[in-house]
């Protein structure tokens, strides 16, 4: 348990630190000292700071979707997704903002990933591993390129036009890509 509390100690640190510094800015020294730790309580759990900011998404995204891994529409585990980014919005516009953006690309992509899957399994049609993945791979990034783009705005746009955007977008398109796929046995990501 205390692994647990120090683990989140260094995370709402980090966190209320980014409200003013840039991640890029804010270093083990200046985390551990805010959080009244040592230096080597900090690598004792993380590597470095980018590793303690993996894992609060980890912990506070990755959480609430898991909680939705048996639902039927993808859209509430998307609306979730936007959820924590709005709630958070500081916090993931800096990191946006900083060099760990390809990091929360990265893992909002796992995410959209496994969404995009729910829809093929979802679709009940017989698809090919090569086919799922190419597929899987083409929407997640869509899906990830559309909260990328929100973020690149500042978040001005509802949440609600862009699962809106998502949904016209993957409602027949994933259905039509399996059947276009079946016409080249040999398609797909190797």
């Known amino acids: 348990m205390a692994k647990q509390a120090t683990k989140w100690k260094l995370a709402e640190t980090l966190k209320t630190m980014m409200l ?7 270093t083990i020294e200046m985390l551990t000292k805010k959080a009244k730790l040592t230096r080597n309580t900090f690598y004792y759990h993380f590597d470095d700071i980018y590793s303690l900011l993996e894992w609060i998404y980890k912990q506070e995204l990755l959480a609430n979707i898991e909680a939705y891994t ?3 529409d ?3 585990a998307y609306r979730l997704i936007l959820d924590y980014i709005e709630d958070n919005q500081q916090f993931c516009l800096e990191t946006f903002r900083s060099v ?13 990933s496994d969404l995009v899957k729910k829809v093929i399994v ?22 990830v390129m559309q909260v990328v783009q929100w973020l690149a705005n500042g978040l001005k746009e509802p949440k609600g036009a862009v699962v809106l955007r998502a949904e016209i977008m993957l409602t027949g398109g994933i259905e039509n890509a ?9 398609f797909g990501q190797s």
């Open 74 to 76: 993808w859209k509430i």
């Open 20 to 26: 003013t510094t840039s991640v890029d800015h804010i």
């Open 70 to 72: 048996k639902i039927e």
């Open 122 to 143: 979802h679709s009940q049609l017989t698809v090919s591993p090569k086919l799922q993945k190419s597929i899987t791979n083409f929407y997640g990034w869509a899906l």
């Open 100 to 112: 760990a953006r390809d990091l929360l690309e990265n893992f909002l992509y796992s995410v959209a």
């Open 178 to 186: 399996i059947q276009n796929g079946r016409q080249f046995p040999n």
